[in-house]
């Protein structure tokens, strides 16, 4: 099974983790060179860590065939109510 596609705000946190990462490769000072390498380093870490978690969530069949009998018996009731 595959898991969800990643959100755009998740799309955006990868971004700003390259674009910090390349900053780091700048002739800057150290200390901004560092600052930038453990942002990025920390926006890595929470990236995998949302996606491992959807990754970790599954959708199982009985539960998805138990929703569709769910949807059918409130729209026989929803009939039987207009009648």
Same mark, same amino acid.
């Given at each position: 099974?595959?898991?969800?596609?990643?959100?755009?705000?998740?799309?955006?946190?990868a971004l700003l983790a390259t674009i910090l990462a390349a900053g780091a490769l700048l002739p800057l000072?150290?200390?901004?060179?560092?600052?930038?390498?453990?942002?990025?380093?920390?926006?890595? !870490?929470?990236?995998?860590?949302? @996606?491992? $978690?959807?990754? &970790?969530? /599954? %959708?199982? +069949?009985?539960?998805?065939?138990? !929703?569709?009998?769910?949807?059918? @018996?409130? $729209?026989?009731? &929803?009939? /039987? %109510?207009? +009648?």
């Amino acid at each position: 099974m595959t898991a969800p596609p990643m959100r755009p705000w998740q799309n955006l946190l990868a971004l700003l983790a390259t674009i910090l990462a390349a900053g780091a490769l700048l002739p800057l000072p150290t200390t901004v060179r560092l600052v930038c390498v453990g942002t990025a380093v920390g926006l890595i !870490v929470l990236v995998l860590t949302l @996606r491992l $978690r959807a990754h &970790r969530t /599954r %959708r199982e +069949r009985e539960r998805i065939d138990d !929703v569709y009998g769910r949807i059918e @018996r409130i $729209r026989s009731e &929803r009939g /039987r %109510r207009r +009648r």
